[in-house]
């Protein structure tokens, strides 16, 4: 029984003393139980444009042949058996992970690999995992969610800068291989990265005066054009703010330093920062937003209502036209897709997803060899072909299936695919009790947004409440 | 050795009880109280703060929003009790397809929370039936936005405890009701009671004992109440927190916050308040039996 679990069953445990004292032949009520098995049932926060894709089965190509040339780890352990969990690809993508595994094993005798998938409950599992100590030796983080930093912080995954040669990191973007930095070591082999692009609704767009030519390229357009679908085409816009860390999408957005050069003193209410909710206050104000999208935590939330075809837009992964496709074709038939606008950084973005090693690996090169061969050009192009996710390294995007036209909307962005992902980049410094102070942040945001503070007011509250976070 | 087995057999089929009992309740609820006197992430080992969690809760305005709204969340209770017996009493009569009725009634009692909540979270979307149908009669020119304004989260939740449990509780009520001796209905119509005196009369007092039952398990229920805030916010607790009770703001600061120990401290308090609630439910459920 590990310690995660005996917390979650004494959490509700000690919520039902009082209730079993009262009567002990009282029966349980039948309505509103829900703190007894919510803590441990309670699905992670799951954005929908993390998992490649849900809808779609692809087609189990022939399998491709071991390669030599892939083996580019040294001195991999003979005899070792790694652990290795995946987020939200099975039972979708099970011929090829199970594929490349085989793969992998072939290119490196001796290694044997246990795969696991994970999916609403990964991150419980995991903290489930790491606290038994039986944590699996190779683990698919989100970066976009902030998973690598947040782990790495708390020195559980192993750092990769020494241990891997520079040849090697040559084949990733540089600004993947960096995307998460910790204290400028980095944790995590760069895997599937998506695009951020606008899913557009062109009907209610065209009532607004918008077409996909005319959408905004940074996000100072929105305002306005969020105005408009409101006068115009009497719908709301679903915009939604990065509620699990809002700091960074201030940075991307707004450009605000956030943290002092010598990260003693928390800087995000400055004119930028001040300038940067500002916005978003001001089109709360004047109800052109959904609220319930706006700070909703749940990805899906705006997905869904942008698949009902109740909004005009919506930031999201090309992948999830296809759910689009699947359920409503009507919306389908008017789908455009941009590019997500570019904030002040005019920094597109970071990755998606990545590889790491746990800290304690019993078998540290074969489980870098392990991350290593899935996030490698071959594996990655094979990946690619399969859903439109992109790959992590220069020279994959040289096959010829990326310069090919594309022939589902889903598909549009491939060509320019290299292009963004090549831009990408973790601007965001590494913040001191990140959730402590995403969630003072979050609180000084409503507060603005909803609550009638001023936005200066409000983020000097936040930063000198997260200041005293900073030992 | 014979006495000595008489004494030991008892406990040897208490036996399995108890183990599992400890190990699932005893032991988790010691583990809690340890570890509320810690700093523990859940990922890496529990560090001794002493009480510096229990500190901080004194200082945590949210920690008191949170209580402040599990104590309005008892609200449901006397509105439960009272519909939950005016239902009892509509169905407690003979008519043809009544059991039809009172089947339909529980049927929230049987339905999972979690698919309730999604259900209610979809009827108060803005593009949701309420809506719809406010538009379609023209009492509203845009859609409302329900669940992100403040002042309705919690109203909204309430409402949907209420009818999800009045089914449940006035089965409570109508098995009360045909306990009551029908003699006494025809005392009280001799006497000169109408229907309204009858019940005033007859019914209520004869319910004490279910009335008061029903107010100590809906009132836990209210103050344990999770599932509703759950879905019905996204998970978010409301906008500016308009939605957050204390076993929602206990599961935010452990499994979203990762702040376990600071979590244990709350699982503390909340221990406090119910073993409180408890302690004055039962000494009024003595008293109702006494006197019933």
């Given at each position: 029984v590990t310690s995660r679990k005996l917390l979650a069953a004494g959490l509700a445990m000690v919520v039902l003393a009082g209730a079993c004292s009262s009567a002990a032949a009282t029966p349980s009520p039948a309505p509103s139980t829900a703190a007894t098995t919510a803590p441990t049932t309670a699905p992670a926060s799951q954005p929908a444009s993390e998992a490649p894709s849900e809808s779609v089965a692809p087609a189990s190509p022939t399998p491709l042949a071991a390669d030599?040339?892939?083996?580019?780890?040294?001195n991999v352990e003979q005899g070792a058996e790694i652990g290795f969990w995946t987020f939200y690809l099975s039972p979708t993508f099970d011929p090829y992970i199970k594929d490349t595994i085989a793969r992998f094993e072939a290119t490196y005798p001796g290694v044997k690999v246990k795969w696991e998938d994970h999916q609403a409950s990964f991150k419980d599992d995991l903290n489930n995992a790491f606290n038994a100590k039986t944590a699996p030796d190779v683990i698919n983080l989100s970066v976009s969610e902030g998973w690598v930093s947040e782990y790495a912080g708390k020195g559980v995954l192993l750092p990769l800068d020494d241990k891997v040669d520079q040849k090697v990191k040559d084949v990733y973007f540089p600004g993947l291989w960096k995307e998460q930095l910790i204290d400028g070591v980095n944790f995590q082999f760069p895997w599937y990265q998506g695009l951020n692009v606008e899913l557009l609704n062109t009907a209610i767009l065209e009532k607004a005066g918008f077409t996909a030519e005319t959408f905004p390229k940074t996000i100072d357009g929105l305002p306005a054009l969020c105005q408009a679908v409101k006068d115009k085409a009497a719908s709301l816009c679903t915009i939604r703010l990065t509620i699990s860390d809002l700091l960074a999408q201030m940075v991307y957005?707004?450009?605000?330093?956030?943290?002092?050069d010598d990260g003693k003193k928390f800087t995000f209410d400055s004119p930028e920062g001040v300038a940067w909710l500002q916005m978003y206050v001001d089109m709360v104000k004047a109800g052109t937003v959904d609220n319930t999208v706006l700070t909703t935590t749940d990805d899906r939330v705006g997905l869904n209502a942008f698949i009902a075809g109740g909004s005009p837009f919506y930031a999201s992964g090309p992948n999830l036209a296809r759910q689009v496709k699947d359920q409503n074709a009507t919306l389908y038939e008017n789908l455009g897709m941009v590019q997500t606008p570019l904030g002040k950084s005019n920094v597109s973005g970071k990755g998606l997803m990545s590889l790491s090693v746990k800290g304690d690996t019993k078998y540290p090169n074969a489980s870098i060899a392990l991350a290593q061969f899935f996030t490698n050009p071959r594996a990655m192009v094979e990946f690619a072909k399969l859903v439109p996710v992109y790959p992590s390294s220069q020279s994959a995007f040289e096959d010829p299936f990326f310069a090919s036209a594309p022939a589902a909307i889903e598909d549009s962005a491939r060509p320019i695919a290299k292009d963004i992902i090549a831009t990408y980049a973790d601007i965001v410094p590494t913040v001191p009790e990140k959730a402590k102070v995403n969630e003072i942040v979050r609180k000084a945001i409503e507060s603005a947004l909803f609550g009638g503070k001023g936005a200066q007011e409000a983020l000097s509250g936040a930063v000198a409440e997260a200041n005293g976070l900073i030992k | 050795v014979t006495t000595l087995r008489r004494r030991l057999i008892p406990y040897l089929f208490l036996a399995p009880a108890l183990v599992l009992l400890g190990i699932f309740v005893v032991y988790p609820i010691i583990a809690v109280v340890g570890y509320s006197f810690t700093d523990f992430d859940i990922v890496t080992p529990p560090v001794p703060v002493g009480l510096d969690n229990y500190r901080a809760l004194l200082d945590d305005d949210s920690f008191w929003l949170s209580i402040q709204h599990s104590l309005i969340y008892l609200i449901v209770t006397p509105i439960l009790i009272v519909l939950s017996i005016c239902l009892a009493i509509v169905v407690n009569r003979a008519m043809r397809g009544i059991h039809i009725f009172r089947a339909l009634y529980f049927v929230p009692a049987v339905s999972g929370s979690i698919a309730i909540g999604l259900a209610w979270t979809w009827l108060f979307d803005r593009n949701g039936f309420i809506n719809s149908v406010l538009l379609s009669w023209g009492l509203i020119d845009t859609p409302v936005q329900w669940l992100a304004n403040p002042s309705m989260v919690l109203p909204i939740a309430m409402l949907l405890t209420i009818w999800a449990g009045v089914g449940y509780y006035s089965v409570i009520f109508l098995a009360g009701l045909q306990n009551i001796p029908e003699e006494l209905y025809d005392a009280a119509r001799i006497d000169g009671c109408n229907d309204i005196q009858k019940h005033r009369h007859v019914s209520l007092p004869g319910l004490r004992p279910q009335i008061t039952f029903v107010a100590v398990i809906s009132s836990l229920a209210a103050l344990k109440v999770f599932d509703e805030i759950y879905v019905l916010t996204g998970k978010t607790g409301g906008i500016l927190d308009s939605g957050v009770t204390i076993v929602f703001y206990l599961w935010k600061q452990a499994f979203v916050i990762g702040e376990a120990g600071y979590a244990s401290a709350v699982a503390m308090a909340l221990l406090a308040i119910t073993l409180v609630f408890s302690i004055v439910n039962v000494r009024f459920l003595e008293r109702g039996q006494g006197e019933a």
């Open positions: 030599p040339a892939e083996a580019v780890i040294p957005e707004g450009n605000v330093k956030v943290l002092s | -």
